[in-house]
Nanobody, 129 residues
Framework: QLQLVESGGGLVQPGGSLRLSCAAS????????IAWFRQAPGKEREGISC????????NYAGSVKGRFTISRDNAKNTVYLQMNSLKPEDTAVYYC??????????????????????WGKGTLVTVST
């Protein structure tokens, strides 16, 4: 069964940092664009960052731009989300998702949850004193 696994969540104080990881254990991420989503209690799931299959293109939601950085290490079959200057409103369950990318979409990534092929189960990030 194809599976994505997120890790790195936890409790952090406002202004702190965390690095989330998204790893695939049963398939290679080389052929996929990857996106990070989050869902806070009582709110809809929000796409916050994505990276293209080759890592050449990235995109960020306005709420995290300048604070979060997405990257990928295909040799380790892992995508990362470095989160700095965290705020209480960043508290949410964070999910990664993979969308199969063809040669024609090699440089593209997507922040929409529709059309994603695989999802992880999420990791909780809590920003609080």
């Amino acid at each position: 069964q194809l599976q994505l696994v997120e890790s790195g969540g936890g409790l952090v104080q406002p202004g702190g940092s965390l690095r989330l990881s998204c790893a695939a254990s049963t398939f290679t991420l080389d052929y996929y664009a990857i996106a990070w989503f989050r869902q806070a209690p009582g709110k809809e799931r929000e796409g916050i960052s994505c990276i293209s299959r080759g890592g050449t293109s990235t995109n960020y939601a306005g709420s995290v731009k300048g604070r979060f950085t997405i990257s990928r290490d295909n040799a380790k079959n892992t995508v990362y989300l470095q989160m700095n200057s965290l705020k209480p409103e960043d508290t949410a369950v964070y999910y990664c998702a993979a969308k199969r990318s063809t040669l024609s979409t090699y440089g593209s990534c997507w922040l929409s949850s529709s059309g994603m092929d695989y999802w992880g189960k999420g990791t909780l990030v809590t920003v609080s004193t």
